[in-house]
């Protein structure tokens, strides 16, 4: 898991908004966590995806495998919120 550009984060796993639904899905499984920090080149919180939401996507008509965290609906977060990187850092 080392490449997939986690962070792990005291409020929860941070990952990049260029993260696919499924690797994220299986990020969630491999880490059972029910939600992700989505966040953008700059360490800004841009959004929080569930394993539920993530799931609805996929089963609906315009998934494709290519879809990224930033495409998905949804997911709001104040726009004055940043998270600084936690202590472990898996990978960037």
Known sequence: MA??????DTAGL?????????????????ARTGH???CDNDGLRTGTVT???LAGVRE???YTDRLRLRDVPGA???DDVRLTPGALALAR
């Open 36 to 38: 992700l920090l989505v």
């Open 14 to 30: 941070q990952v990049p908004d260029d993260m696919t639904v499924e690797v994220a899905l299986s990020v969630m499984a491999g």
């Open 60 to 62: 609906g008509a315009a």
């Open 51 to 53: 394993r539920v939401q």
């Open 3 to 8: 490449d997939l550009g986690v962070l792990a």
């Open 76 to 78: 709001d977060v104040p």
